[in-house]
């Protein structure tokens, strides 16, 4: 059964970095996933796509302070030069699949 | 009896049926496969039902099985979710997403604004 663990929380300052995980369940090392962001009170929007190799789709529009990446059964999602409007939960989702969310601050 | 209460907000007593709709105009859902998901308040994401592109072959969570029906029309580029039975625990905002399988995986690349749902008397 393919589960997908993610932080509860993280948080970072205004103009800092932050690195979110999402880690693959034994035996679902080479799967797919992709990253949502949830601002408060909106619904998900589909950030960008991960494959095993590190490579990555993004969604229309999503700024280059977003990249993603990958290692093993674990993707990372990396914002850049943080800003106010990236306070929201962070969602990794593979088939289908959700993480329980990180709850990004930003200080 | 259902009742809209307010755009994208829809009230539903127990035992209560009701049909979902998404489209959109600026996105293309034909030659995708298209789920519903759902996030109860204060709650993360959770999957629901899916169709393939050619609307052969259905999948549920268990939780809504023998309950749910997925459908899609693409002339009208929609897609549908008939929910029977409700439930209290059934209370949820739904979204309506598309999903983009290939290179052996899927990702869900288009959310819909989604509809709160409550089940109460």
């Known amino acids: 059964q393919l589960v997908l663990t993610q932080s509860p929380s993280a948080s970072a300052s205004l103009g800092a970095s932050v690195k979110l995980t999402c880690t693959l369940s034994?035996?679902?090392?080479?799967?797919?996933i992709a990253w949502h962001q949830q601002q408060p009170e909106k619904g998900p929007r589909y950030l960008m796509e991960?494959?095993?190799?590190?490579?990555?789709r993004k969604g229309d529009g999503i700024p280059d302070r977003f990249s993603g990446s990958g290692s093993g059964a674990e993707r990372y999602l990396t914002i850049s030069n943080l800003q106010s409007e990236d306070e929201a939960d962070y969602y990794c989702q593979s088939w289908g699949t959700f993480g329980g969310g990180t709850k990004l601050t930003v200080l | 009896e259902v009742q809209v209460v307010e755009s994208g907000v829809i009230l539903v007593q127990p035992g209560g049926s009701l049909r979902l709709s998404c489209a959109d105009s600026g996105i293309t859902f034909s030659n995708y496969w298209m789920s519903w998901v759902r996030q109860a308040p204060g709650r993360g994401l959770e999957w629901v039902a899916a169709i393939d592109q050619r609307g052969s072959e259905k999948n549920y969570v268990g939780s809504v099985k023998g309950r749910v029906t997925i459908s899609r029309d693409d002339a009208k580029n929609s897609v549908f979710l008939q929910m029977y039975s409700l439930r209290a625990e059934d209370t949820a905002v739904y979204y309506c997403?598309?999903?983009?399988?290939?290179?052996?995986?899927?990702?869900?690349?288009?959310w819909g604004q989604g509809t709160l749902i409550t089940v109460s008397s």
């Open positions: 997403v598309r999903e983009n399988r290939g290179g052996g995986g899927s990702s869900f690349d288009y």
């Open positions: 991960i494959k095993s190799d590190g490579s990555q």
């Open positions: 034994n035996g679902h090392s080479s799967y797919v």
